[in-house]
């Protein structure tokens, strides 16, 4: 069985996400302040971690925070937050998804099926998948996950290695938005495509030497991204 940890200050709607996961298979536990949450998510083995924002002790962007500074586990964030700062925020800081409250049981239950079995794909094809790609200084370890430009480790979250290995596999092609979200989050009409721009943002920022002038990740306007050999 597939182990969720759902860190929520609100036991109800804890209570109530925990039941229709239980109901679809999984084992859940259950936080309800962001120091035991932290805690558990670092000691403990899980498949996928919904995280609040807004939670005592520690918030839910410290968490998510440190969580990616130590393992590579799905994490959706969730808060009643509507701002777009507060997404790009989460999502910057290595979160795989954001959903706002108020949220059918169903869709949560959807995005944690989905983004279990993207990681799990991903994790079998880099099992496959020993290579090194290199592409002008730029060296990537599809098995270790590691990044070097230029012979200088940077460290990428999860959702961007993926991105930078997708379109430097396919050196060229172009990508619309809607197929790398898909690719990545395993998903299509479930997300919001926008997080694919936070992402090529923030990739951009720590691979490239001048972000507004890319030599790897370009830009075609209105259409998608590709990379550039």
Known sequence: MKKVLIIEDELSIAELERDYLEINGFLVDIEVDGETGLSAALNKNYNLIILDVMLPKVDGFEICRQIRNGMDVPIL???????????????????????????????????VKAHIARYERLIRGTKDQNEIIEIKGLSIYPTSRRVYVNGNE?????????????LALNPNKVFSKDNIFEKVWGMDSLGDIGTVTVHIRKLREKIEVDPSNPKYIETIWGVGYRFEM
């Open 77 to 111: 964030m969730v808060s009643a937050k509507k701002e777009d700062i507060d997404k790009i925020r989460g999502l910057g800081l290595g979160a795989d998804d954001y959903i706002t409250k108020p949220f059918s049981p169903g869709e949560l239950v959807a995005r």
């Open 154 to 166: 940077v460290i990428l979250t999860a959702k961007e290695f993926d991105i930078l290995t997708i």
